[in-house]
């Protein structure tokens, strides 16, 4: 069965500084991906960056990016020069078909 | 390019009733999943459904089911409510054809359903 883990509930961060949320995964396929997700208080999931296990090089995507460390099952999220509208709830998601997300880590961004 | 919707946006039945919630997918994507979302919590999976056909089941119980149409649309029935099934129901849609281990699924806002 996979499993995801998300032992931040909560953090917070100043505004243009960078963060990183953690999430180690349990996964017995050899072929995954790695999802993270957004969601603010208005509860629409909203899709950052993806990692597949197979990938070479750590996934970017604007001021997202995973490190991804594949022998230790961790792919931590980093966000850079945080902004305010940064301010949600995140979720760590491994797919294998289907999506199993973490609990997820509320970050809040101060000014 | 339409992204996913879903119907209704809120809805308040009581015990004992059935729901219907509706999801319209993405445009050039074929598969529907669909996830309940408890308070504070993560998503969990229900089904998917690729060709009309349920893809995949998570640990729900039969009154739970659901139908995908032609179009891709897709629809989640729940029987009996009880009051635990009151929970943000998200519809997720992706393209099966990128493959099970790398379609990024595209959410909808969800239906936030109260059973009471």
């Known amino acids: 069965a996979q499993k995801i883990t998300q032992t931040q509930p909560g953090m917070f961060v100043q505004e243009k500084e960078a963060v990183t949320l953690d999430c180690t995964y349990d996964t017995s396929d050899p072929s995954y991906g790695l999802f993270w997700y957004k969601q603010p208080s208005s509860g629409e999931m909203i899709f950052l960056i993806y990692?597949?296990?197979?990938?070479?090089q750590n996934a970017t995507e604007g001021r997202y990016s995973l490190n991804f460390q594949k022998a230790r099952k961790s792919a931590n999220l980093v966000i850079s020069a945080s902004q305010l509208g940064d301010s949600a709830m995140y979720f760590c998601a491994v797919v294998t078909g289907k999506l199993i997300f973490g609990q997820g880590t509320t970050l809040q961004v101060k000014p | 390019e339409t992204g996913v919707t879903q119907s209704p946006t809120h809805l308040i039945k009581t015990r004992g009733q059935q729901v219907t919630l509706r999801c319209s997918s993405q445009s050039g994507h074929n598969t529907v999943s669909w996830y309940q979302q408890a308070l504070g919590q993560g998503p969990q999976f229900i089904f998917q459904?690729?060709?009309?056909?349920?893809?995949g089941r998570g640990n729900f119980p039969p009154r739970f089911s659901g139908l995908q149409f032609p179009n891709y649309s897709s629809e989640l029935n729940v029987n009996a409510l009880e009051l635990d099934d009151s929970a943000l129901y998200l519809c997720a849609s992706s393209s099966y054809l990128a493959g099970p281990r790398t379609d990024t699924q595209y959410f909808g806002p969800g239906t936030r359903l109260t059973v009471l």
């Open positions: 459904y690729y060709r009309e056909e349920e893809n």
């Open positions: 990692q597949g296990s197979y990938d070479q």
